[in-house]
Nanobody, 128 residues
Framework: QVQLVESGGGLVQTGGSLRVSCATS????????MGWFRQAPGKEREFVAA????????YYADSVKVRFTISRDNAKNTVYLQMNSLKPEDTAVYYC?????????????????????WGQGTQVTVSS
């Protein structure tokens, strides 16, 4: 099992930027595909972005494409989510997740069930 700890959340104004990080420990980080999900109050947890083990392939939800960038540093066992042009609707708890890359991701976006390890989340609030 891999342990995940998110950091970097906070309060930002509309149009601002924020970078959240997820530090991992316990198992070989480069063995895992990594993902970011978010959950707003009263809503289901939804997919945001994912990245394969090497960082060479990335996936994004349509709602964040162009604005958000996922990246990873395998030497630091850390995955990042750079969020630009933030909107109030981006307000949520952001969760980091680790799992195995699925070939089916070429046909549909990653899903919550594709990931077996989760962090505790970090709050991102975008004020209007």
């Amino acid at each position: 099992q891999v342990q995940l700890v998110e950091s970097g959340g906070g309060l930002v104004q509309t149009g601002g930027s924020l970078r959240v990080s997820c530090a991992t420990s316990g198992r070989t980080f480069s063995n895992y595909a990594m993902g970011w999900f978010r959950q707003a109050p009263g809503k289901e947890r939804e997919f945001v972005a994912a990245i394969n083990w090497s960082g060479g392939t990335t996936y994004y939800a349509d709602s964040v494409k162009v604005r958000f960038t996922i990246s990873r540093d395998n030497a630091k066992n850390t995955v990042y989510l750079q969020m630009n042009s933030l909107k109030p609707e981006d307000t949520a708890v952001y969760y980091c997740a680790a799992g195995s890359h699925k070939p089916v991701w070429s046909l549909r976006l990653p899903r919550r069930a594709d990931f077996g390890s989760w962090g505790q989340g970090t709050q991102v609030t975008v004020s209007s």
